[in-house]
Nanobody, 124 residues
Framework: QVQLVESGGGLVKAGDSLRLSCAVSGRPLRDCVLGWFRQAPGKEREFVAL????????SYADSVKGRFTISSDNAKNTVYLQMNSLKPEDTALYFCAAKPGYGSTWSPRAYDYWGQGTQVTVSS
C-alpha cells in the first residue's frame, strides 16, 4: 500500500512562491511515476506536473510551464512542487498522486494512489 501526504500549502499574494511537499511511503520513488494535480471549486481535477521513474522525465501543464518545477529526493522519498510567480488562477486544492510501474501520463484516472490534498490560495 502506498501512502502520500502533502504539505506546504497556504494563503499567499500574487507573485509569491510556495513549495509543496509530498511524502511517499510504502514504495520507493524509483518504482513510481509521481504527479501533481489540482482541483478548483466547481472544476474538474487537472494535471499540473509529473516526474517519471528515476526523475528522468518531467512534464508540465502549459498553464504552469516556466513557473512551476517538480523535483524529487529519493533519500527522503519525497516529491516537491516549487511554485513561483503564483497567480490567483492557481488557487486550488493540490494533490499528489502515484502510479507504480511505467508510463508517464497526464490522466488522473491512471494514478492508483492519492494524498488528501493541500490548499493553495492566491490573492490578487
Amino acid at each position: 500500500q502506498v501512502q502520500l501526504v502533502e504539505s506546504g500549502g497556504g494563503l499567499v499574494k500574487a507573485g509569491d512562491s510556495l513549495r509543496l511537499s509530498c511524502a511517499v511511503s510504502g514504495r520507493p520513488l524509483r518504482d513510481c511515476v509521481l504527479g501533481w494535480f489540482r482541483q478548483a471549486p466547481g472544476k474538474e481535477r487537472e494535471f499540473v506536473a509529473l516526474i517519471g521513474r528515476g526523475g528522468g522525465t518531467r512534464s508540465y501543464a502549459d498553464s504552469v510551464k516556466g513557473r512551476f518545477t517538480i523535483s524529487s529526493d529519493n533519500a527522503k522519498n519525497t516529491v516537491y512542487l516549487q511554485m513561483n510567480s503564483l497567480k490567483p488562477e492557481d488557487t486550488a486544492l493540490y494533490f499528489c498522486a502515484a502510479k507504480p510501474g511505467y508510463g508517464s501520463t497526464w490522466s488522473p484516472r491512471a494514478y492508483d494512489y492519492w494524498g488528501q490534498g493541500t490548499q493553495v490560495t492566491v490573492s490578487s
